[in-house]
């Protein structure tokens, strides 16, 4: 025997099912938003670590020893201590120019030799320089910092030649 009321859906059991994908999807909706804002903070902390990477990079260039007054420009830094106590408000290129998009990021250099209980072993203290980048964002102000060591070129034994 067939029974004619369970051959489909009613209109109340429909309007309840279309609710109940509604109220659903509006959940997931909101979860995808709030993971959407979430995903820029990564973006952000890896701008800053290349940001502290190139810094680090060009500062690692440099000479350890005879550093003079420090230039103006820090396109004429040929000296790792020519970078001490360097700070920018917004990223600059080596000529000063401001990089387009890193406004936000602040740049922080600290050299200096390193404590006793931060030598290299084997490795002169006076012939050594700690390097200390720190990169910043207005959202972040913690950023990120990276800490580089710089030898000196080794002393050359009594009579020339090889070390």
Known sequence: ???????????????????????????LLAAFSRTDRASVDPVITQQMAIVAEGFMEEILLKQ????????????????????????????????????????LYGVSVAVAQPTAAQALPNVPAADTLRIQVTVTHANDPAGVTLVGWRTGPPALPAGGGTP
Do not use: C, F, Q
């Not at 369970?6 to 309840?16: D, F």
């Not at 350890?64 to 230039?71: I, L, Q, T």
């Not at 917004?90 to 401001?98: H, I, R, T, W």
């Open 1 to 27: 025997m067939w029974n004619r009321r369970s051959a489909g859906v009613t209109l109340i059991e429909l309007i309840v099912a279309i609710v109940i994908v509604g109220v659903a999807l509006a959940g």
């Open 64 to 103: 350890v020893n005879g550093a003079s007054a420090r230039p103006a420009l820090r396109s004429d830094y040929t000296h790792v201590a020519h970078y001490a106590g360097y700070t920018a408000k917004g990223v600059v290129d080596v000529e000063g120019n401001a990089v387009p998009g890193l406004e």
